[in-house]
């Protein structure tokens, strides 16, 4: 089922504007009916239906048009934020003053963690490592000694440099 937007706004703007309600207009009555105002503009319902087309009015009808609308708008907007995000086009910081509000916010919040994720793949980290001579001669016990050296070296640099670094094993 496709639905044309367009012919249902038209629709409702041609409708006549007023209090719909449903009634029963008389004991005997073969259903219900629905009025605008005094005006009967559907009979013999039953009343379930007839209660529908009551809620159903014109301003109703144009209501929920309006919020389908700007649902769209958000998701476009979404949309565009994410695929821009993605493939990191610049004219996404664009979007932080963008009016819906948490769209901007997102925007500005992403914009900072870009410009941290840059300043943090900018850093060298610099390790001075210890010289190590005569390494053909040296024994495993030298060896072991120098790992721990180079190891202890790695440490202080990431240490000195705010970087957390975690190890495995003992």
């Not at 504007?17 to 629905?34: L, M, Q």
């Not at 610049?90 to 769209?103: D, F, V």
Request: aromatic share 6%.
């Amino acid at each position: 089922m496709t639905l044309d937007i367009a012919k249902l706004k038209a629709a409702a703007e041609k409708a006549r504007w007023g209090n719909w309600s449903a009634y029963k207009p008389h004991k005997g009555a073969r259903g219900y009916e629905v009025r605008v105002g005094c005006e009967a503009v559907a009979q013999h319902c039953l009343k379930d239906d007839a209660d529908f087309i009551a809620e159903a009015s014109p301003k109703v009808v144009l209501e929920l048009i309006a919020a389908l609308e700007a649902a769209g708008k958000d998701a476009k907007q979404w949309k565009e934020v994410v695929e821009a995000f993605c493939v990191d086009d610049a004219n996404w910081h664009k979007l932080t003053t963008s009016n819906n509000e948490l769209i901007s916010q997102l925007s500005v919040a992403l914009c900072k963690q870009a410009d941290r994720i840059a300043e943090l793949e900018s850093r060298t980290l610099r390790v001075n490592m210890p010289a190590l001579r005569n390494t053909e001669m040296m024994s495993d016990l030298a060896w072991n000694s120098a790992i721990d050296q180079c190891f202890d070296a790695l440490i202080k640099a990431t240490d000195e440099s705010g970087i957390n670094l975690e190890t495995g094993g003992e």
